[in-house]
């Protein structure tokens, strides 16, 4: 697929807004359009309801037309690039473009889904506004306000309709329940967060996290017990769960290996269909949250990566699987790296189920087996690498591993906050060699800048951005 085509805006008719604009509040995400008319509309008209504060805080461009929400991105990735551009003057690069950018910038990709995009939602245990204990929706306010409250999600425009149906059953489960929320951890209770995961080919997965506190096996078979009945023959039978999961959870955030996902019913994964591969999908595996606009960007890095039949992908933070499987018709073989156990699984199960025999998956922390494995290549087909990190970016020693390869002559480097930790990645993938830093490579040098919008309402982005050396 031509990368023009992939640029080619969808062919849909947007709907306006659901509600009139009101005043808005101070909400957890601040915006240059939320401040300006902050600052512009007058502040007597009437208080914003719940629902518009939830929306506010978590879709804070939902009430711009769609056109207007991808301008707004577009600026905010020419910012970046313009500071990219800017930090690497400072270390004696001449990196300034026409505008001031680092290297040219496309337009942003839209989505071609915008409203109820989401594959996953995750959703809090806390007190609502009327002062329920067990509303189950998504936070407003900030802890250092002390004016948390918990609002359903029921009007906010990302979310499917399907993750707000398990989201009120679940609510309705724990409110018919003895037991309490869990809301800190140090005053007791139980019931926590519900993550909902969906698929287009009708699957539904849900986890539900809970404190054991002081409860023994029998309680809390009990309670498990219970929730099944309660969402295979009771009122949550309505949600049609293909998964549901229950997890003992200690800590904020507790990965697999840690606390094990209990399968309470149903198949242990749920499956998705994409660029015409079939994908099985754990609990705890990443997998990108708009799955239309992710066929766009993995086509749109099949193109950008100018890969030949010889040429071997290096697919860094691999999740399940989906870039280097994708692409690996292209190419003569990919190697995926990924510190989800679980995840490394579902890419090996995925290989073998669409009948793919030139993929190889390594389990472990990046910066742990890239080092290794980078140092000792001595494969002459041209390697090309593709990384697709958390929001903290990737570790000091996977960019050195990178740096210091001669074999890699072309990355690919997928941000969904390239102003955040990625920028640090940036500049130490560009920088001048520096022996103090056991940078001894070759410096990269960005090329090209590809936004795709995998966040309508947000203003979030996926930045695709490519260098070369």
């Known amino acids: 697929m031509a990368l023009c085509s992939v640029l080619r805006p969808p062919r849909c008719r947007l709907r306006p807004p659901p509600l009139a604009p009101r005043c808005p509040v101070t909400t957890t995400t601040a915006t240059p359009w939320a401040r300006k008319e902050k600052a512009s509309v007058s502040c007597s008209l009437p208080e914003p309801s719940w629902e518009e504060r939830l929306a506010n805080a978590v879709t804070p461009l939902w009430r711009l037309p769609y056109q207007e929400q991808l301008q707004v991105k577009y600026e905010s990735q020419r910012k970046t690039l313009q500071t990219l551009a800017s930090r690497l003057e400072e270390l004696g ?35 609502g506004p009327d002062g329920n204990p067990k509303t189950v929706g998504l936070y407003v306010g900030t802890g250092r306000e002390r004016n948390i409250v918990c609002v359903k999600a029921n009007h906010v425009e990302n979310i499917p309709s399907k993750h707000k149906q398990v989201a009120q059953c679940y609510e309705e489960f724990i409110c018919q ?18 993550m909902v995961r969906t698929s287009r080919c009708g699957h539904t997965m849900a986890i539900i996290t809970f404190h ?55 198949a242990p994964h749920i499956s998705e269909e994409l660029l015409g ?25 099949g193109e950008l990566c100018q890969a030949a039949g010889d040429t071997v992908l290096l697919d860094i933070c691999c999740g399940t699987g989906t870039i280097g499987l994708s692409l690996a018709h292209r190419v003569s073989k990919v190697i995926g790296v990924e510190v989800v156990e679980k995840a490394i699984e579902d890419a090996e199960w995925n290989a073998a189920f669409n ?107 996926e930045l695709v951005l490519l260098f070369t050396r």
């Open 93 to 127: 690069i001449d990196a300034q473009k026409p505008g001031g950018l680092c290297c040219p910038l496309q337009p942003v990709v839209p989505s071609p889904i915008i409203n109820g995009y989401r594959n996953k939602s995750t959703f809090s245990v806390n007190r």
């Open 177 to 194: 329940s003895p037991l309490d929320p869990c809301i800190l951890f140090h005053k007791g209770g139980h019931w926590r967060e519900l």
């Open 212 to 266: 054991p506190q002081q409860l023994g096996q029998e309680e809390l078979a009990a309670q498990k017990a219970l929730l099944k009945e309660f969402f295979t023959r009771g009122p949550g039978a309505v949600c049609a769960l293909t998964s549901l999961y229950f997890q003992e959870s200690t800590m904020t955030r507790c990965s697999h290996e840690q606390s094990p996902y209990q399968l309470l019913h149903g």
């Open 277 to 301: 591969l079939r994908f099985r999908i754990s609990p705890d595996a990443f997998f990108q949250v708009n799955t239309a606009g992710a066929e766009l960007l993995y086509q749109a890095v």
């Open 355 to 461: 009948g793919i025999s030139n993929c190889e998956f390594h389990s472990g922390k990046a910066e742990a087996v890239l080092p290794q494995l980078l140092a000792s290549w001595e494969d002459a087909r041209p390697l090309v690498a593709v990384v697709n990190p958390s929001r903290a970016g990737l570790h000091y020693r996977v960019v050195r591993a990178i740096r210091n390869c001669s074999a890699i002559r072309r990355l690919l480097y997928i941000s969904c906050k390239p102003e955040g930790e990625a920028m640090r990645n940036f500049l130490e993938l560009c920088c001048p060699p520096d022996p103090r830093k056991k940078l001894a490579g070759e410096p990269f040098a960005p090329v090209m800048a590809i936004p795709f919008d995998m966040f309508p309402h947000t203003v979030h982005c």
